[in-house]
């Protein structure tokens, strides 16, 4: 098994002038075979080369070569996925359809000190929710395939997070309308991300972001609210925005204005152990006095569960959507959504008749 101290030595490369401790002998096969899947696992090579140029982690030869030629290949599809981006900011411009590039391309240049270090693999953009469906259709109309449909109509742009696209050259956008599916998708009015910006340059062209306080926030909900275990990007993400001089307390006040305050404290957590050092000790202090409410614990548990979880975030988002009206056809389009839906998903009307039985006996459990 990976060693954390060698993870924590990827991980923590460039915040720190020392690393941990013996490590100068180099790799052995099994542990340099680990520790670079891992580093391309993670989308983090760029960390891994950091390291062994900053000599936290000794490799042989051959293997710093393996690791080199990884990481150019992820920046060559980084280079491809900015070409698409560049067409994409052209077509919605024309459109008039404001739009702000998230995650890999603008943390890299908004916090990184070297951009190459922080590779992605696809392209984040969100759009105002009335946008939505006119942006998702331009971007059938000119190529792209949704990777998954929606269950109703209109679905995804009234309640959804967003959806994935395919391009024809099989790179991907997803397209979002805010941060996060479930109950803290609702926690705010995702329309508000909009009021502040600031802009990235790729190539010439000026494309609109966050503001940092906002993107750094934004990592904090990938990190917490994403994939489990957490990805490993978004955490380094949050200590480079701190690197990058925002202000410890703009991150703590745009949580709390956005009700995020509780994901935003448990990826705080996360990065502090996974990478064993913390990123301010103002925001430490934060994380570590906090105390949620029965409710924001009950909305963390729906993302953070083993098991049940699309259950755990259908309930909490019942009651989390806002108005009864509202509330009424956010099950509707669950419980009976398009035959084709069904197909995609459930493969037919009984296994979805068993799943949302199951949802039901949840609930009563959880009343």
């Given at each position: 098994m990976?060693?954390?101290?060698?993870?924590?030595?990827?991980?923590?490369?460039?915040?720190?002038?020392?690393h941990?401790?013996?490590?100068?002998?180099?790799?052995?096969?099994?542990?340099?075979?680990?520790?670079?899947?891992?580093?391309?696992?993670?989308?983090?090579?760029?960390?891994?080369?950091?390291?062994?140029?900053?000599?936290?982690?000794?490799v042989?030869?051959?293997?710093?070569?393996?690791?080199?030629d990884?990481?150019?290949?992820?920046?060559?599809?980084?280079?491809?996925?900015?070409?698409?981006?560049?067409?994409?900011?052209?077509?919605?411009?024309?459109?008039?359809?404001?739009?702000?590039?998230?995650?890999?391309?603008?943390?890299?240049?908004?916090?990184?000190?070297?951009r190459?270090?922080?590779?992605?693999?696809?392209?984040?953009?969100?759009?105002?929710?009335?946008?939505?469906?006119?942006?998702?259709?331009?971007?059938?109309?000119?190529?792209?395939?949704?990777?998954?449909?929606?269950?109703?109509?209109?679905f995804?742009?009234?309640?959804?997070?967003?959806?994935?696209?395919?391009?024809?050259?099989?790179?991907?956008?997803?397209?979002?309308?805010?941060?996060?599916?479930?109950?803290?998708?609702?926690?705010?009015?995702?329309d508000?991300?909009?009021?502040?910006?600031?802009?990235v340059?790729?190539?010439?062209?000026?494309?609109?972001?966050?503001?940092?306080?906002l993107?750094?926030?934004?990592?904090?909900?990938?990190?917490?609210?994403?994939?489990?275990?957490?990805?490993?990007?978004?955490?380094?993400?949050?200590?480079?925005?701190i690197?990058?001089?925002?202000?410890?307390?703009?991150?703590?006040?745009?949580?709390?204005?956005?009700?995020?305050?509780?994901?935003?404290?448990?990826?705080?957590?996360?990065?502090?152990?996974?990478?064993?050092?913390?990123?301010?000790?103002?925001?430490?202090?934060?994380?570590?006095?906090?105390?949620?409410?029965?409710?924001?614990?009950?909305?963390?548990?729906?993302?953070?569960a083993?098991?049940?979880?699309?259950?755990?975030?259908?309930?909490n988002?019942?009651?989390?959507?806002?108005?009864?009206?509202?509330?009424?056809?956010?099950?509707?389009?669950?419980?009976?959504?398009?035959?084709?839906?069904?197909?995609?998903?459930?493969?037919s009307?009984?296994?979805?008749?068993?799943?949302?039985?199951?949802?039901?006996?949840?609930?009563?459990?959880?009343?």
């Open positions: 990976l060693s954390a101290t060698l993870i924590q030595e990827v991980l923590t490369a460039g915040l720190r002038d020392e941990r401790g013996n490590l100068d002998e180099p790799a052995t096969d099994a542990e340099f075979t680990e520790l670079f899947e891992f580093a391309c696992e993670q989308r983090v090579t760029g960390l891994l080369v950091l390291a062994i140029e900053r000599a936290c982690v000794a042989r030869a051959d293997q710093r070569a393996k690791v080199i990884a990481h150019n290949e992820s920046l060559r599809t980084c280079q491809n996925l900015e070409s698409m981006l560049l067409d994409v900011h052209d077509l919605f411009a024309a459109a008039q359809i404001d739009m702000r590039v998230l995650k890999g391309p603008a943390v890299a240049r908004r916090f990184y000190p070297d190459s270090i922080r590779t992605f693999g696809d392209i984040d953009l969100l759009v105002r929710s009335r946008d939505w469906d006119p942006a998702a259709a331009l971007l059938i109309a000119n190529g792209f395939s949704r990777r998954y449909r929606e269950p109703r109509p209109g995804t742009a009234r309640f959804g997070k967003g959806a994935c696209f395919v391009g024809p050259d099989k790179l991907e956008v997803d397209l979002h309308r805010t941060f996060v599916d479930g109950s803290y998708g609702f926690a705010f009015d995702p508000l991300l909009f009021e502040q910006s600031q802009d340059i790729i190539e010439t062209t000026h494309i609109a972001t966050l503001s940092d306080p993107l750094a926030v934004h990592s904090a909900v990938h990190a917490a609210l994403g994939n489990r275990p957490a990805r490993s990007a978004p955490l380094r993400d949050l200590f480079e925005s690197e990058a001089g925002v202000a410890p307390h703009s991150i703590v006040e745009t949580a709390e204005a956005m009700n995020l305050s509780y994901p935003v404290c448990y990826a705080l957590q996360i990065a502090h152990d996974r990478l064993g050092i913390s990123c301010s000790p103002e925001l430490q202090a934060w994380s570590a006095n906090y105390r949620p409410t029965r409710r924001e614990q009950s909305a963390l548990d729906s993302y953070t083993t098991h049940r979880r699309y259950a755990r975030q259908v309930l988002g019942v009651s989390s959507t806002p108005g009864l009206t509202s509330k009424l056809r956010y099950i509707a389009a669950l419980a009976a959504p398009d035959r084709s839906y069904l197909a995609e998903r459930d493969g009307v009984a296994r979805r008749l068993k799943r949302a039985l199951s949802i039901s006996r949840r609930s009563k459990e959880q009343s």
